[in-house]
């Protein structure tokens, strides 16, 4: 069973900085495009930050420059590394994946979420 395992959320003031991490586990052939999506109370799920396979990114206007979306494709992990970070910021936190499996069929998982809490 294919799975994505979340970590690094937390609370942090404003200005301060944050890393998540998102692994991949289980019987994978190959991961296309990876991604981090946020929600917050009474809001859609909007996308963050996503890096495709070849390396190219892509990231929500509101993040340009302050997050940085990477990735290890040795560990199947995707990082977002966060600074500036604003109160506006606040949110449930999912990490996304295309994933061929060793059926090579391609599924589209979400991670649990990580809550990022960011006040003074």
């Known amino acids: 069973q294919v799975q994505l395992v979340e970590s690094g959320g937390g609370l942090v003031q404003p200005g301060g900085s944050l890393r998540l991490s998102c692994a991949a586990s289980?019987?994978?052939?190959?991961?296309?495009?990876m991604g981090w999506y946020r929600q917050a109370p009474g809001n859609q799920r909007e996308l963050v930050a996503a890096?495709?396979?070849?390396?190219?990114?892509n990231y929500a206007d509101s993040v340009k420059g302050r997050f940085t979306i990477s990735r290890d494709n040795a560990k199947n992990t995707v990082y977002l590394q966060m600074i500036s970070l604003k109160p506006e910021d606040t949110a449930v936190y999912y990490c996304n994946a295309d994933i061929v499996n060793n059926d090579y069929r391609q599924i589209n998982l979400w991670g649990q979420g990580t809550q990022v809490t960011v006040s003074s």
């Open positions: 289980g019987r994978i052939i190959s991961i296309q495009t």
């Open positions: 890096i495709h396979s070849g390396g190219s990114t």
